[in-house]
Structures are given as C-alpha cells and as structure tokens.
C-alpha cells in the first residue's frame, strides 16, 4: 500500500520542503534514484546562480580525480573547473541549510547515518564533460548520496550537457537529465555509474555528496 505523509507524523523539515524530502525519500527507497525537474527553491537556485556568476577564473580550480595523495588532475575524464562551496557566503549558507534538512530527513526515513556533506559549484566550459564513473566504490569511501542540482535556465535540447545516469554497469542506454534550473538529481553513489555529455555553452551546477562518518582509530578522514 502507498505511503502518505501522515503515515510519518515524527518526520520535520520546514513544511515547504516536506512534501519534496518525502518524494525523494520514496524515490531512493524504491529505486535509488530521484530526478525532480524544477524542485530546489526558487529562491536557493537564484542565490547560487548569481554567486556562481560571481566567481571568477582564480576562484575554480581543475577538478581532480582520487583522494588525497592518489589525487590527479585527470583532464581524459573530466574537464570541469569547481569551487567549494564553504558557507561564507549567504547564497552558500542556504544551500548547505536546505541540503542539511534533506539530510536530516533522509536519516530519519531512511536510516542512512548521514554525517556530513561536501559540495562545490562545477562550470562546464562548451567542450568540457565528464566521462562516466561512480562517485563512490564499495568499501573504499564513504560517500553514500549525490546531489547535483542545475542553474541554467533555457537549456534547449541542442545545448548538449546532459547528465546520463546509468542503472548498472551493463547499461548503456541510461537516463538522461536536462541540466535545467531547479532540477534535482539524487542518486546512491556507489550503484550508478553516470557521465556528462559535453556541453556546447557554459554549463553551471552544483554537486555535492552526504557521507557517513569513516574515522578510524586516529585516522579522522577530512570532509574532502
Ligand atoms: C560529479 C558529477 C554530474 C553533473 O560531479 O561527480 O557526476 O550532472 N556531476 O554535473
Ligand atoms: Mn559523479
């Protein structure tokens, strides 16, 4: 039998975002995977927007590929330039806020043990993609779900860019996502392999990842 909200009467988050959190959270119960065209706040896409708009060429660095000293600048992968959203600015404190409560949610529906979350503004210049991959492979991190949301309005279907999530590693057909204004994409890291196709005009969006807490001994694994 179909859920309803009521039947989580304990569950909270700000009653705007309550209806959406549930529908994602059902998503990824049933299928790993949620696509929402157009369903960040209006408000949190337009702050990014304009506070991506902002940065300019000494703010992004080259994205790389691995962790600490495996890290390479791997430009046969991907050819994206980010910049980590640190909360410094009001644009980036919403963003972290509204991906705290969908965190908060997610645990509580979910029992995923979120513990933190990374995310980083990414421009796809015209010709840049990202080969497809897995954000995350079993055992090895400890990223558990990805978002990507998008900030491009009139996105026409000849744009290129699209982000192709794949079911497995047999897929090869996929699915595609516009990267339009507001749409959500939110996937389990380690089981869908996906890609970016290349972009023929600048390309901007935000990519993030909410992780469990993998500190070990002494070890304590930095947030990136
Ligand atoms: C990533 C990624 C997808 C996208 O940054 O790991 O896969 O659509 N991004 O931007
Ligand atoms: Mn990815």
Request: charged share 20%; proline share 5%.
């Amino acid at each position: 039998m179909a859920h309803v909200l009521s039947d989580f009467p304990s569950l909270t988050a700000p009653s705007d975002n309550l209806l959406l959190f549930e529908q994602v959270a059902k998503d990824i119960e049933t299928q790993g995977f949620s696509i929402r065209p157009g369903a960040l706040p209006p408000h949190i896409a337009d702050a990014l927007l304009h506070q991506q708009l902002r940065l300019n060429n000494a703010k992004y660095q080259g994205a790389g590929i691995g962790r600490g000293d495996a890290r390479i600048n791997n430009s046969f992968v991907r050819t994206d330039a980010i910049c980590w959203i640190t909360g410094s600015t009001d644009a980036g404190r919403l963003w972290l806020e509204w991906a705290n409560e969908l965190k908060n949610y997610l645990n509580q529906r979910l029992f995923l043990g979120l513990f933190s979350f990374e995310s980083h503004f990414a421009l796809y210049p015209p010709g840049a993609f990202y080969k497809r991959h897995l954000d995350s492979f079993k055992g090895n991190t400890n990223r558990i779900i990805s978002l990507v949301t998008y900030l491009n309005s009139n996105w026409s279907n000849t744009d290129g860019g699209e982000l192709v999530l794949y079911q497995d590693n047999t897929d090869q057909e996929g699915i595609r996502v516009v990267p339009l204004m507001g749409t959500l994409a939110i996937f389990l890291s380690e089981e869908f392999p996906h890609e970016v196709l290349p972009a023929h005009r600048d390309r901007y969006s935000v990519a993030g990842w909410f992780r469990v807490n993998a500190s070990v001994a002494d070890r304590v694994d930095p947030p990136r």
